[in-house]
């Protein structure tokens, strides 16, 4: 599945994966090759500018707060 919720469920990943990838852009890159709408998603959420970034996962946490829990 490549969905928001086979992601949440997916163990949390150690910082060496990250660096191991060759830091976050290239993680999110590697992941379009198995998941390719979340690896996007991720790619476009890394390469957005610092406040915008912030302002949509606040939204996202939001949201995912009030329909999961």
Do not use: E
Not at 33 to 49: E, I, N, Q, V, Y
């Amino acid at each position: 599945m490549d969905d928001i919720t086979t992601y949440l469920a997916d163990p949390v990943l150690h910082t060496n994966v990250i660096k191991d990838a060759g830091g976050y852009m290239m993680y999110w890159h590697q992941a379009t090759l198995h998941r390719p709408r979340l690896g996007k998603m991720g790619s476009d959420f890394c390469s957005a500018p610092g406040d915008y970034a912030a302002a949509a996962f606040r939204t996202f946490r939001i949201l995912i707060n009030a329909f999961c829990c």
